[in-house]
């Protein structure tokens, strides 16, 4: 467990970059727009687009704290399985050309970066914690999807001992109370999945007391980074679904 030791009454949770460093740089231009100071990084940095060596450095520089998804996991310790769910042999074979891209380009400083993230952050917001994981506390690669049956959601807030459990890798934002947790995925920066290509990101504000919680939309040229995604010879279904958000 690893505990960031940050209080602030308002913060920023970004996740699922996915090497789309056009992305990100909008992101956080737009959280500094919003005079936020404080911003957590719910991993997956790499993966999928045509800049993880980009992306590393910039988390790195802001200094953001940050988790390992499970592609950073992987790719850290040149590992040829990103843990990623595929539905179909095709998926599969896609999600294979990703992996081996992605670890051929990612370069020694980032993999090194990747490798000393934890798996979990807790800090405070105003008087609430919030826990952060990258798929659930009980697996990095968990899909916590809104419409999981909602004794899953109930089960996990038994076991949660933060006000807060927030987390990415579904690529699809939700925010949604069960028992005494609030639940917050903060969906994707940059390789949304809901329909909106627009990057996502959470904002946690408990300037007025209470804590309350918003998605935050970031609209980039997702169309420049589908040709830089076709240009770097990743499969063009990956720069496809970046302007579909499919």
């Known amino acids: 467990m690893d505990d960031a030791s940050g209080v602030s009454d308002r913060a920023a949770i970004i996740s699922d970059i996915h090497a789309n460093l056009p992305a990100l740089d909008t992101a956080l231009t737009r959280i500094d727009d919003l005079g936020i100071e404080t911003i957590y990084c719910g991993g997956d940095l790499v993966g999928y687009g045509p800049h993880p060596n980009e992306v590393c450095a910039l988390i790195a520089e802001r200094g953001i704290p940050t988790i390992y ?5 992987a790719i850290a310790r040149d590992l040829d399985d990103c843990g990623c769910a595929y539905i179909t ?5 896609l999600g294979q050309r990703s992996v081996d891209w992605t670890l051929e380009r990612t370069d020694r400083a980032s993999k090194d970066f990747m490798r000393g993230l934890p798996f979990e952050l807790r800090f405070h917001v105003g008087a609430s914690s919030v826990h952060l994981v990258h798929g659930s506390p009980r697996k990095v690669n968990e899909y916590l999807f ?5 004794s ?3 089960r996990l807030a038994t076991a949660e001992h933060d006000d807060v459990l927030a987390f ?6 939700w925010v949604r ?4 947790v609030l639940f917050v995925n903060a969906g994707s920066v940059g390789k949304p999945k809901d329909g909106d290509p627009r990057g996502a990101f959470a904002v946690l504000d408990a300037t007025s007391g209470a804590l309350e919680v918003t998605i935050e939309r970031v609209e980039y040229d997702a169309e420049a980074v589908a040709a830089e995604v076709r ?3 990743l499969p ?3 720069a496809d679904k970046l302007v579909l958000a499919a």
Do not use: I, V, W
């Open 89 to 93: 042999p095709q998926d599969r074979e």
């Open 177 to 180: 109370e069960h028992g005494d």
């Open 146 to 150: 809104e419409d999981k049956p909602a």
């Open 168 to 173: 990415g890798h579904t690529h699809k934002p």
């Open 231 to 233: 240009a770097a010879g």
């Open 69 to 73: 998804g499970n592609y950073d996991y």
């Open 236 to 238: 063009t279904e990956f």
């Open 152 to 154: 899953l959601y109930e």
